[in-house]
């Protein structure tokens, strides 16, 4: 399986979750390293397109594919398992805690949650601290331009 992360190129090449572990997020807590990619480069370009504000051209990203090898354990969960609240702002502690024991306890290398920004779309949260995410590889980094069409005021 191919998934997708747009990054600052200084971050293009860095799977060790550091970023997410700094600051949290959604389904991570600060403290949990994570590194959070998406099953298409659209969803990716929405993830950064709502975390930036309108007006703002994002620069210097760079798209990087990543693969999973088949072989590799993922767990899943379901937008039916999650709280009423897991889309909210700011992000419910249920979908961090849910996501930081899976973590924590090493159960998987990979964790498939849904998008929050684009229903029936996932990301795929990689576990650097697993035994297998040793076995995960870049594939590919190149430049991304954004248009900026989706940023106008």
Known sequence: ???????????????SGKGA??????????????????????LCM????????????P?????VSIRIPDELKITSIEEKE??????NIPYSRSTKL???????????????????????????LINPMHKDSNKIEIIKSEKYTFDNRLFKR
């Open 1 to 15: 399986m191919i998934v997708f992360r747009l990054t600052k190129q200084k971050y293009a090449s860095d799977m």
């Open 21 to 42: 572990e700094k600051v949290g997020g959604r389904w991570n807590s600060r403290g949990i390293a994570v590194t959070y990619t998406s099953d298409s480069r659209a």
């Open 46 to 57: 929405a993830e950064v397109a709502v975390h930036t504000p309108l007006g703002i051209l």
């Open 59 to 63: 620069e210097d990203y760079y798209l």
């Open 82 to 87: 999650l709280p009423h609240n897991w889309r």
């Open 98 to 124: 849910l996501v930081d024991q899976i973590i924590l306890k090493n159960k998987a290398a990979i964790i498939k949650v849904p998008s929050a920004v684009v229903d029936g779309d996932y990301n795929y």
